[in-house]
């Protein structure tokens, strides 16, 4: 069965750090991956999502994320992190597989605090 | 325009109840998805909707639990005779996704069941 593993449970920076967050997952065909991001209150956001071609994708608020297919690895990151980043980040895979649209798999997520 | 809704956004049933909670998805979207998270963890599916057709249902946990979306657009999750384990946050998601053609979800706030 497919997985997505989230090395980092809780992560605590300062502001102007930098950022990286690691997820990993378990499937040897297409995918599409993605991170969300929930902030305290809300509810899940799209943060960015690869589907194809170039493999660094940018999303929003300055984050960023590389697909390495050798690694099954989709890493978040973020040069200089504020406070207002402090939320929970979730990594998720959707595999294709017998012609179905597939749900999302989802990490057990990542919970950053960002110190003022 | 509006985003995913979904009512009642808390719920607390005791044991042995049944409840309903429904989602409204965005406007034209054709797929819709319930996922379940429990506290600490990562969304998990429970089932999908192609329009009104139910196509997978592989995630729901037991047959307490029964999902429709009779006209394609308003779905409803109900979980009948309630137990504590079913405590969670239910989460609705929609997208455009027909088929193979993949897009991404869109998520509602929730509805945070509390079984006593």
């Known amino acids: 069965a497919q997985s997505v593993s989230q090395h980092n449970h809780h992560v605590i920076l300062s502001e102007a750090a930098s950022l990286e967050l690691g997820c990993n997952y378990s499937?040897?065909?297409?995918?599409?991956l993605f991170w969300y991001v929930q902030y305290p209150g809300q509810h899940l956001q799209l943060l960015l999502k690869?589907?194809?071609?170039?493999?660094l994708v940018k999303g929003i608020k300055g984050f960023e994320a590389e697909f390495i297919k050798s690694k099954f690895s989709f890493n978040l990151r973020k040069p200089s992190v504020q406070w207002s980043d402090t939320a929970e980040y979730f990594c998720?895979?959707?595999?294709?597989?017998?012609?179905?649209?597939?749900?999302?798999?989802f990490g057990k997520g990542t919970k950053l605090s960002v110190k003022p | 325009g509006a985003g995913v809704s979904q009512s009642p956004r808390y719920k607390v049933a005791k044991r042995g109840q049944d409840v309903a909670l429904r989602c409204d998805p965005i406007s034209g979207h054709v797929s819709l998805f319930w996922y379940q998270q429990a506290l600490g963890q990562g969304p998990e599916f429970l089932t999908y909707f192609q329009n009104e057709a139910q196509l997978d249902k592989s995630g729901l946990p037991s047959d307490r639990f029964f999902a429709e979306r009779p006209e394609g657009s308003v779905s409803t999750l109900k979980i009948q005779r309630t137990q504590q384990e079913d405590s969670a946050v239910y989460l609705c998601a929609s997208s455009l996704a027909l088929w193979e053609r993949v897009y991404e979800q869109y998520f509602g706030p929730g509805t945070r069941l509390t079984v006593t």
């Open positions: 998720a895979v959707n595999a294709h597989y017998g012609g179905s649209q597939g749900n999302l798999i």
């Open positions: 499937y040897g065909g297409t995918v599409n």
């Open positions: 690869y589907f194809s071609g170039d493999p």
